[in-house]
């Protein structure tokens, strides 16, 4: 069964949403207070961990494995690289393990995700995989 068409098409401006969110708040001068090292790597890991359970909702088609991994770390390498040239912030390898923590806390949520009502549908037998 799957999730609908509106569904989908819901869940795909979520994702568009959260990536010019995300771009905007990576790419910002604006310094915000009380934000040190740890919570950096905290934002970083919940801003992957949505755009990773985004991604696998919004193309269901596809198992969440090796490729949409790859663009999601792809993506925050783009960020880092990015950052680099902007005299505001600065790149930081850190940053992209932390994207990948939040990747793998995704991963790791699936079974929860899968007991969950709404959330089941994305696994439901006869959905695409």
Do not use: C, N
């Not at 068409?5 to 995300?22: G, N, Y």
């Not at 960020?79 to 790791?108: K, N, T």
Request: hydrophobic share 60%; net charge positive.
């Amino acid at each position: 069964m799957g999730f609908s068409r509106a569904t989908l098409a819901a869940l795909r401006i979520a994702l568009v949403v959260a990536l010019l969110a995300i771009s905007i708040l990576a790419f910002t001068s604006h310094e915000i207070p009380l934000i040190d090292e740890l919570y950096d790597k905290l934002k970083h890991a919940a801003a992957f961990a949505t755009l990773a359970l985004l991604l696998d909702f919004s193309f269901p088609a596809s198992r969440f494995g090796l490729a949409k991994i790859l663009l999601l770390l792809g993506y925050g390498v783009f960020i880092e690289v990015v950052q680099h040239f902007l005299p505001h912030r600065e790149a930081s390898a850190w940053d992209v393990f932390a994207d990948g923590v939040g990747i793998a806390a995704y991963m790791l949520s699936v079974p929860a995700l899968k007991r969950m009502r709404w959330f089941r549908l994305r696994w439901q037998p006869g959905a695409p995989p």
